[in-house]
T-cell receptor, first 114, second 115 residues
């Protein structure tokens, strides 16, 4: 079945450094890739997303890149801050537009050390 | 922005009893809602897709008779965990898709503990 692999499972960086989280998806028909940030005991919050017709999207310190050929997409956080510490999930859409569902990656626990 | 309300946020129940969790879209209509289960330090596992006015679609391995889903209106879906057992203890989260924008919004989650 469809699946999304996410690496690394944990990531520790010094404050101010960059963090990169990578995901690989299996369904070549996937065309929408959101990233969520989840703090302990809280709901996932959408932080950035990308559609398959673009290769990169940036929003301040956060960027996402997509390689459709390789079925890879990555989250880049620059100038990390302690408040960036959380669990990050990638997801890939499965199904037709308007009716699709998400398959989530396994999550990355990011710790930003002050 | 879109808001999804999920209740209760926490519930403790005895083994053998049933628990109902509500997911409500407050300012948009959701023809589709999704129910996820999340174990500690684990990812979101899709349990079922809830469609307004029709039967839910369950993912492989999810018992439909144990996890009853009802989506009777465009703003409300419920998940009932029947005959709960300690292994059903988990964090359950719903997500609602806006009928028009197709954007997804998560509920705040329900932490179920079965004792």
């Amino acid at each position: 079945g469809e699946n999304v692999e996410q690496h690394p499972s944990t990531l520790s960086v010094q404050e101010g450094d960059s963090a990169v989280i990578k995901c690989t998806y299996s369904d070549s028909a996937s065309n929408y890739f959101p990233w969520y940030k989840q703090e302990l005991g809280k709901r996932p919050q959408l932080i950035i997303d990308i559609r398959s017709n673009v290769g990169e999207k940036k929003d301040q310190r956060i960027a996402v890149t997509l390689n459709k050929t390789a079925k890879h997409f990555s989250l880049h956080i620059t100038e990390t801050q302690p408040e960036d510490s959380a669990v990050y999930f990638c997801a890939a859409s499965i199904g037709a537009s308007g009716t699709y569902k998400y398959i989530f990656g396994t999550g990355t626990r990011l710790k930003v050390l002050a | 922005g879109a808001v999804v309300s999920q209740h209760p946020s926490r519930v403790i129940c005895k083994s053998g009893t049933s628990v109902k969790i509500e997911c409500r879209s407050l300012d948009f209509q959701a023809t589709t809602m999704f129910w996820y289960r999340q174990f500690p330090k684990k990812s979101l596992m899709l349990m079922a897709t809830s469609n307004e006015g029709s039967k839910a679609t369950y993912e492989q391995g999810v018992e439909k008779d144990k996890f009853l889903i009802n989506h009777a209106s465009l703003t409300l879906s419920t998940l009932t965990v029947t005959s709960a057992h300690p292994e059903d203890s988990s964090f359950y989260i719903c997500s609602a898709r806006d009928q028009f924008s197709h954007g997804y919004t998560f509920g705040s989650g329900t932490r179920l503990t079965v004792v």
